[in-house]
């Protein structure tokens, strides 16, 4: 069974561009999150999307958004590029019922680095 | 929102000690923690979880209790191996929104 896949792995763009990162989740998931991963904050959580929808989000602002297509794909865009962007994007997928207690498989992200 | 808080930040132990992380969260109607070992340069990949309608989960070495009243949950690795050497990652879960504590580095010395 083929895991979480994440492209590009990496990503340079220059400040002010947009960018959009991609996440093929496990087949049969339901559930994408989005983090951005950087060395002082830790995991910080963007949003998730569940059947399509977006069914929470993080505290994050508005140029960085998301969608899922109905092969639960996802994608996130960042409009804008700040240099405090620079940071690893991982995406999850969970939840074949739609259950939220259940095992996040994470990909294996995408280096962003903003000049 | 969620706030997870996790401590220490970093955890130093001889080969063969225990070490404890705890958490804490804010949110009540988090239903779900799992916790999360993340090696340098790899994706984080769960260890163990636990339910709120559950006090303690064991598997092998490591172990997770959960005080839902303190809104506190702790995880436990016993015999510690250099191969357990990473940074740990606490979450609470409350219906796909799962928020991350700052992780903790643990350092296992042979």
């Known amino acids: 069974k083929a895991g979480v896949t994440q492209t590009p792995r990496y990503l340079i763009k220059t400040r002010g561009q947009q960018v959009t990162l991609s996440c093929s989740p496990i087949?049969?998931?339901?559930?994408v999150s989005w983090y951005q991963q950087t060395p002082g904050q830790g995991l910080q959580f963007l949003f998730e999307y569940f059947s399509e929808t977006q069914r929470n989000k993080g505290n994050f602002p508005g140029r960085f958004s998301g969608r899922q297509f109905s092969n639960s794909r996802s994608e996130m865009n960042v409009s804008t590029l700040e240099l405090g962007d620079s940071a690893l994007y991982l995406c999850?997928?969970?939840?074949?019922?739609?259950?939220?207690?259940?095992?996040?498989?994470f990909g294996q992200g995408t280096r962003l680095t903003v000049v | 929102g969620e706030n997870v808080e996790q401590h220490p930040s970093t955890l130093s132990v001889q080969e063969g000690d225990s070490a404890v992380i705890k958490c804490t969260y804010s949110d009540s109607a988090s239903n779900y923690f799992p916790w999360y070992k993340q090696e340098l340069g790899k994706r984080p990949q769960l260890i163990i979880d636990i339910r709120s309608n559950v006090g303690e989960k064991k598997d092998q070495r490591i172990a997770v209790t959960l005080n839902k009243t303190a809104k506190h949950f702790s995880l436990h690795i016993t015999e510690t191996q250099p191969e357990d050497s990473a940074v740990y990652f606490c979450?609470?879960?409350?219906?796909?929104?799962?928020?991350f504590g700052a992780g903790t580095r643990l350092t296992v010395k042979p």
């Open positions: 087949s049969g998931h339901r559930s």
């Open positions: 979450a609470a879960n409350r219906w796909g929104d799962m928020r």
């Open positions: 999850a997928s969970s939840s074949i019922q739609g259950a939220p207690d259940t095992e996040a498989f």
